[in-house]
Each structure stands twice: as structure tokens, then as C-alpha cells.
């Protein structure tokens, strides 16, 4: 028998219809393949026995032909989502050993359709951070090595144990969240495939928050179809959300293989940076070259706000993250450091239970929003905000179907290797913040290596709740490109 | 605005003149919170009103109540107030234990209603207008309890995320007769509405007072803020002293301090709570959890002309169809449950037109005056609105006597039973039969032949043969009856 976690989540589905193997079979081998794998560091909780229940429960549905979308499919989950009675922290300390007793709208739909639960997977801490070094569990480690060496690299974050553990063939697929690229970037940094939709097509409850405006879920998986099957189980509209969409889900996995000819993919020259890898160009037009092999049509658009994307992002982001990191005040649960008043409680809880990078974004976020400030900075990243709507609103109105860029503007980079400086850190959501701050749907596609072996992705963005043509085209990528897997080293 | 009802205070440097508006929070009555599905029952167990929202576990997100969002629309439109189509909840940054969210969800840009005004009532038949700056819905706070345990302080999140409305008055007032006025008007308004249970023990309705004085016709001086008042009395008693604290100062010459203070009702003071300085940067912004509120003129029409009639209108009303007075229509207009009774006692009447005006008078005068002696409020009257109105009916139609009526009413109220039936089973009816009344009246002539003499060089002893006349009929002969009768036997 082949090695069940070799399989794709297309591939897994139509054998567990056809009972070449059950859910428990797949779910063990995922879950030996986990054990393996503890040094990637990618599961923060791993939970054998509830998969195994969820297994069997998947494998009895199967039997009376009753099995869902997703019926006994392993998955990991992204640990800022809130899983009733299993541990959910955001990776941070403040949330300790906190247990919802709540189940999220995302993840509840998954097991819905059946889906089996491997455990919490490493994120940057509240998925602040694009390296998934500021986890309070230690960083995760990439699967992928340059080539004869063995320096370990990040995956990229914030939802870098969600990639790495599809990369690494851990979980069949992963949640995952992405605020300003958190699930574009990681995607790109590990060869797998990554859905950021968009704006209110997933509900956001029972998601830790981070940016709430900016916040969405969307899925990991190992193939552009293995994504879009998750995807028609994550989306949908939630009445506890009132900015999610009441809107029909189609189904995503029929734009899988559909024709892509006389589409017009915008190829935004602004995003052309001085000192761009020649790869990363190089890639880019590669990229280009095999959507209009396909029949589409490249065309050069401009999108001329992209510049001011990043700064107004880390106004935002920050702002909101400040207001909804509140919360953690060690009064009701999580972390509580004792003081002599409450003034001290507070400081003394939330000193020790945010790490570095949330303490940074919160005093921003603070002082962007402080008296005398408001307008010179959030008020005017909201304008700006505004003006690179309206920058992607202008080129769909020309009939441009999807945009083309990179993913990021290098391949993953060793763990230590950007700690000095934030904003070098920050850089690496270039190209992917703009997409958050208009609110667009976004996949990233492995489309390359480097010259060191290492994955790079390329980007589509898509007009507002059409998902389903960014996986067509992606879907053309990925099978001009090949598919790229990690040689095995743990 | 007029200055009728103004006062100004005499100070060693001369008149000042005190200017005051008032920040009221009106608990939004509805079965559940602003944002929440918890229950807003008043006195549950500590922390048994609490949903996942409400206790800001992480991931939650709050879905507005539109029950909250109707009451405060109704509200705005009983404040003849401008409703804002389209407004927008922001995010007041602060940390309090008893704030959960480390925030509270209100309005502060774009409120959901904005200008109105009030028309106050002050005694002798003056009025002033209130401008009302704006109306926004905003979450209450929970409650910290300090006196559980010796070391620590717990927090009961029942209040937490219940609907409140800010109705901010503009600095429209003059005196603490007409800031007591106003918040009794408001207060009114609220309860006809059926949009605040106008409750000051339980809280449902508090204020915050802005208190600044100046000399009359100079620009406005520097104000402090009395918070969380809720007591109409104690709001007068902190003007009054807030205002001649702030004159003091100023006559010796310094300067008002812009700062928050509490009313303490044991001293009869206000003290500071907070400077300016010390004050809160709340870092407003747009709640990005919630959409905009938006909805259309046709809500807003039909909301409008679902409204109950308020008590100008109804005050209104009883003037003009009833000949009331003012001061009587105000009185009976004051309280929802005042006016409801009296229009229960003028629906059973048999001639509205005829009687409306002396069924006022029974209400106010023998009604409430018993009420009030026995410390009982109208919702717990011994005499139904329908037994008040047959006894109305009675004195009318003139079957009894004012006089009558009264032992009558008394009879109701310690035995209840229909007056109708009484006055017949006790032999209580008017004598109006010309022939029995006559005979009296001949019997009493006949025997007082010096009276007679008397009464007709002086014509005013004819009272003296009235009482006879009464007193040996019971009380029954009509008087007006007796009084023609007596005028022509004795000639005068």
C-alpha cells in the first residue's frame, strides 16, 4: 500500500468513498507522521485521541453512504481558532491554558462535513509576525532546506505550522487566517496552496482577532483542488458575524479544470520593485507566459496607491490589535500576574504574557489612535485604505479579470535571520497587504525554486467574491509549474 | 430659549447666572442586551445574565439587538429629535474590571439621532425649551463589588453590554428647578414611550450634570461635571451647591478647575473625582465588528406613526375637549399610569362633555389627596377607574350631591362595591321631588316666624334656612332646589 499521507485530499476523499482504506487508517499514518515530525515544531497540541473518535464516528457515516464533503479528511487547525473543550491560546501566554467552550463558525462547518481534527497548529503570536517566530511555543521550522545545506528556515507566518504541516504531508490540509498575508506568504515559503478570500465570505466567529477589518479565514492545502475543496466548507454566512456575507456558496472545486481563455490577468507595474531578485522577475513572467498559453491575456495595469499599502497597513493593523488585545486583562481568564491594584494586575499580566512583537503593535496601535494623532494616522491610512480599493475597483472596471505578482519578495529565510529589524520583517507583505486592505480574494500557487532549491509562489488576486476564477487560474499554475514536495530530513 | 424660570444667585460681586446641561443614560427597555442575547432582567444572581459576548471571550463578536435600535429611533421621534439614516458604532478605549471588552461600544461621530428639543413645564404656567443635542445607544458596564471579601473585588457582568441611551440636552438651563423639570419631562417622555422604565433606585435612569456659572450675558464659563446622579432631589441640591462652590472661587479670584465630580447626599457636596488631566484618552474609533447602522425613511414613518400619544399632545387634548385647566391637564399628564386612569374614568363617563372637567377634579383632589395620604400610587387605588367614573356619572345626572359623593367615595374605598347599587341600597339619592322638598320647607317657615321677619330685611339669613332645610332632609334635597324654594316662599 502506498504511503497514505502521500495522497492529495482529492485523491484521499475518492478512496474513502470507494473504501480502499478508512479514516482511521489515514488519520493513524497522519498522526504517526505528526510523532515524526516533533521537530518541526508545527502542532502546539496534538489530540490523537479525538481524531481517532472523529475517525471512526467518519468511517460509520461512510459505511450508511452519509459522509460529508469532507468525511473522514485528517486537518489541522490554525490554533487561533476556538475549539470547544480543546486547548486554543493564539500561541501567546496570556491566553495560558485557556479552553473555549465554544466551537468556531469555520471549524464547526468542517466537522459538519465530516473532517477528523489532528490538533492546534503553530501561528505567530495573535498572528502577528510573518516568520511564525513569535509563537510562545517556539518557532516552526520549514521542511524545506536550501539545497546541501542544512540551516533551518521559517515557514513563513503567521500561519507557518498550518503550512509546514502540509508540506511536510502532516495533515491533509490546514486552516489557516491571514490579516495582511499570513496565509499567502507561509504558502509560498512551503510549496502548498493558499486561499485568503475574501472579505466576509468566512465567518470570523470564535477566531481569535487580530486586525478585525483585515481578518479572514482560509485554507492550506497541498493542491489548488485539495484548497478548493476547503474552502466550500469554510465559507458561508454566520448571523453571529454581522461582516460576513449572506451569499450562496458555489461550488469552488467545479472552477478546478475550467477554461481560463480570454481572461485578462493584470500585471501591475508598480509591483516591479527596484532591487527585485532576478528570479522573483524571472518567475513572475514565467507565470504570466503559462496563463496566456492557456488563453488568458496578460496586460500591463497600474495600481498607483501600492506604495502607500504597507505603512497604512502597519497604521491599521496595530490600531485595531491594540483595541482588541484589550481583552487579555488577566481579570476574567488566561494569564493573571497578581499586583497590588488592579493598575499593577494589568501590568504585570500583560508584560509578562505578550511577547515582543504584540507588546510593539500594541503601543503603535495606541499611539495611532491617541488624541492629536487619530487624524494624522488612522484617519489618513483609512483614506488611503480607501484610495487602493478604488485602485483595483478602476482595473476590474477595464475587464480585467485577476491580477498577477508575486507572492513575496524572497524565498523563506533562516529563523534568526530578520529579528533585529521589525520592518525588514514587516517587507515580507508587500505584495500581499494590499489584497487585505481591499478586502479581495487572494491565492498563492507554488510556481518555482530558487537558485538555492528553495519554493517560490506567485499571487492572483481576484475581483470581490470570485474566488472561483483565482482557482482556475491558479489551478493553471500549478500544473504548468509541477507540484514541489520536501525532501524528507526529519 | 426664554429665561422664564431662570434664577440668579446674588454674589458679593454681583449677579451670576448658572448654566447647565445634563447628559442623561436611559436603560433601552427590551428582553435582551444591545449586543447580546443575554437576558436584561433586573436582580438575577451575580454573573447569571452573561453570554460568550458579553464576557469578551476571545473570538466573540457582538450582533446588534434592532429591538434596542427601534426604542431608540421611537425615542428619538418623542424628542421631535432628527433621525440620522445612517450612523455608526465606535469603540471607546478604556480598562475597567467591570469592562470586559477593555472597551464600550457607543456612538461618538455619528450618533443615531440628533437635534430635538423638550418643552419644560415650570410651576405658575411657565415653560422653557430644551434643546437636545443628540441621542446615541451605548453598552453599559458591569458592576464591581467590593464589599464580597476583605482582599479581593469581584465583578458582576449582569449590566455588562445592557442598551443604554446618552441623551445629551444642550446647555440650554438656568436653574435646578429647571434641571429637575427637564429630567422629570424626560423621564415622562421615556415612560409613555414605553422606551425606559424611567427606574432611578434600579439605575434605569442617571445623569450627569454640566455645571458652569457666568455673569448673566458674558461667554460661558468653565464647567464641572457631576456624574451618576440618580435622584431628582439630589440633582437640585448638586447644582445648587456646584454653582455657589464655583461662584466662591471665582469671587476670590481664581479660576474653575474643568474636572469631574461626585455628589455626596450625606454632606449635601460635590468633590472631586478626576482632573482634566487625569482624564481618559479614549481613543474612539470605528467599531470594525460592526456595519454601519443604516435604514430607510420608510422605518423611520412607520416607527413615527406607531407612536403613542405623549404627554403635550394629551395634555393638549384635555384642554381643548375637556376644559381643563393647564395645571390640572399637566398634573394628570405627568405619569403614564396618572393619565391612563383618567382616561379609563373619562371612557366610562356618560356625558364626556358635561362631566370631563369635574372627573379631573375628582381625580386630582379626592383621588390623589387620599393617594397621597396613604402613601399609595395609582397603580394600587382602592377605587377603580369605573367606580370613580359611575360616581362622576352620579353627580352629573344629579342623583347625589357633591357632599353625598364624597361619603359615597369614602364608602368605595373601605368596601369597594359599585356605587350605583350603594347609593340606591343606602337611601343615598338626591331628593329632587318638589312636593316632599316643599313640605320641609313650609314645616321649617311655619316654625320659625322670626327667622322669617329677619331673613327679610337681610336677605343673606336665607342661608341659615338652606342648612335647616338640608340637615333635616339628610343631606338629600337638591340644593339648588331648596334654594328657589325658600327665595319665592319668603319673598326675597
Redesign the interface.
Known sequence: MTDLTSLTLAEARDGLANKSFTSLELTEVHLSAIEAARALNAFVLETPDQARAMAREADAKIGKGQGGPLAGIPLGIKDL??TKDVR?T?CSRI?GN?V???E?TVTSQLWRDGAVMLGKLNNDEFAMGSSNETSCFGPVVNPWRRDGANTTLVPGGSSGGSASAVAALLCMGATATDTGGSIRQPAAFTATVGMKPTYGRCS??????F???LDQAGPIGRTVRDTSILMRSMAGHD?????SVDRAVPDYEAAVGKSVKGMKIGIPKEYRLDGMPAEIEKLWSEGAAWLKAAGAEPVEVSLPHTKYALPAYYIVAP??A??N???Y?G???GLRVPGRS?GEL?ENTRAEGFGAEVRRRVMIG?YV???GY?DAY?LRAQKVRTLIKKDFEDCFAKGVNAILTPATPSAAFGIGEKGADPVEMYLNDIFTVTVNMAGLPGIAVPAGKDSQGLPLGLQLIGRPFDEETLFSLGEVIEQAAGRFTPARWW | MSATGSKLIKGATGDWEMVIGLEVHAQVTSNSKLFSGASTEFGGEPNSHVS?VD??????????NEACVRQAVRTGLGLNAKINLRSVFD?K?Y?Y?DL????QISQYKSPVVGEGEVVVELGGGDSVTVGIERLHLEQDAGKSLHDQSPTM?F?DLNRSGVALMEIVSKPDIRSSEQAKAYVTKLRSILRYLGTCDGDMEKGSLRADVNVSVRKPGTPLGTRCEIKNMNSIAFIGQAIEYEARRQIGILEDGGVIDQETRLFDPNKGETRSMRSKEEAH?Y???PD????PLEFSEAYVAELKADLPELPDQKKARFIAGFGLSPYDASVLVAERESADFFETVLADLADKARDGKLAANWVINELFGRLNKEGRDITGSPVSAVQLGTIVDLIGEGTISGKIAKDLFEIVWQEGGDPRALVEARGMKQVTDLGAIEKVVDDIIAANPDKVAQAKAKPALIGWFVGQVMKSSGGKANPQTVNDLLKSKLGI
Request: no cysteine; glycine share 4%; proline share 10%.
Open positions: 481558532f476556538a486554543t493564539a491566553l485557556f473555549p467552550t465554544y468556531s470570523r466567529w470564535g477566531i481569535v482577532a486586525a478585525s477589518s448571523p453571529k458575524d454581522t461582516t490600531a485595531e491594540s483595541s488585545l484589550a481583552r486583562d481579570v476574567r481568564y488592579i494589568y495606541t489612535l491617541s488624541a487619530y488612522y | 460568550l464576557a469578551a471571550m476571545p473570538g466573540m463578536l457582538p450582533v446588534i469603540r478605549n480598562f474590571p470586559p471588552q477593555g472597551y473585588s465583578v484618552d481613543r474612539y474609533f470594525p465588528d460592526l456595519l
